[in-house]
């Protein structure tokens, strides 16, 4: 983490990025016992107000647990960890996915807009559905891939919001950041041509009703990014 990055946090988060990192390299394993509160404020320099504050967000986390009368341990956050933990990773990885991490992502969403696709289709109104073409239009004229990479995660954002299915809504806006990451991975291979466009054709598929093309087209165009000349992982 550059030292500008640094001077951005808080003391707080100053604090939990420190143990996460130690814990995410591998410095500190599942099992080893972190030393007291109190002892932790003179090692690292803190009150015991950010130690304990800190360490309730590293357990929520799943990167610490603690036994009552024990003390903290450190989890295997690969177990114990969520969407927050992930994104913890992702940025000690300097705000990228590793391949295998990129691949798990994609899996899954795979699996998950087949789902929104086919609640899109049986449940929404055309009007309803005519709510994604502004958001495509700005894609479609959009240079810059930064912007673009956001865009088109509030796109199927969007999607997931109008399947009427709230915990999907609220999973694909807690993994934007990741979604981003594949995205520009994506783009800086393969251009961004293609997602775009695929976006139209999916409008245009759920318009004609045609569910199980609109899947067809999507688990084509997750696949690209795993198999095949296109793929990134």
């Given at each position: 983490m550059?030292?500008?990055?640094?001077?951005?946090?808080?003391?707080r988060e100053?604090?939990v990025?420190k143990?996460?990192?130690?814990?995410i390299?591998?410095?500190?394993?599942?099992?080893?016992?972190?030393p007291?509160a109190?002892?932790l404020?003179t090692?690292?320099?803190?009150?015991?107000?950010?130690?304990?504050?800190g360490m309730s967000?590293?357990?929520?986390k799943g990167f610490?647990?603690t036994v009552?009368r024990?003390?903290?341990?450190v989890?295997?956050?690969k177990?114990?960890g969520n969407?927050?933990t992930f994104?913890?990773?992702m940025?000690?990885n300097?705000?990228?996915?590793?391949?295998s991490?990129?691949?798990s992502?994609?899996?899954t969403?795979?699996?998950?807009?087949?789902f929104v696709?086919?609640l899109?289709?049986?449940?929404?109104?055309?009007g309803?559905?005519?709510?994604?073409?502004?958001?495509?239009?700005k894609?479609k004229?959009?240079?810059?891939?930064?912007?673009?990479?956001t865009?088109v995660?509030?796109f199927?954002h969007?999607?997931s919001?109008l399947?009427?299915?709230?915990?999907?809504s609220?999973?694909?806006?807690s993994?934007?950041e990741p979604q981003?990451?594949v995205?520009?991975?994506?783009?800086d291979k393969?251009?961004?041509?293609t997602?775009?466009?695929?976006?139209?054709k999916?409008?245009d598929?759920l318009?004609?009703r045609?569910?199980?093309?609109?899947?067809k087209?999507?688990l084509t165009?997750?696949?690209t990014?795993v198999?095949?000349?296109?793929?990134?992982?």
């Open positions: 550059s030292s500008q990055n640094q001077d951005k946090l808080s003391v100053s604090f990025r143990l996460e990192n130690k814990i390299s591998g410095q500190l394993k599942p099992g080893d016992k972190l007291p109190k002892e404020c090692l690292m320099g803190v009150s015991l107000t950010i130690v304990n504050a967000e590293l357990a929520n610490i647990e009552p024990r003390g903290s341990y989890a295997d956050y177990k114990k969407t927050d994104i913890s990773v940025r000690y300097g705000g990228t996915l590793t391949a991490e990129a691949r992502f994609i899996e969403r795979m699996a998950l807009d087949s696709i086919g899109v289709a049986e449940r929404c109104s055309d309803e559905i005519r709510e994604l073409l502004p958001l495509y239009e894609m004229e959009e240079q810059d891939r930064d912007i673009l990479c865009q995660t509030d199927y969007k999607l919001s399947s009427g299915n709230s915990f999907m609220l999973l694909y806006r993994t934007a981003g990451c995205y520009r991975m994506y783009f393969n251009g961004t041509d997602t775009v466009n695929t976006c139209k999916l409008i598929l318009l004609e045609d569910a199980e093309g609109a899947k087209l999507m165009a997750l696949s990014a198999e095949g000349e296109m793929a990134i992982v």
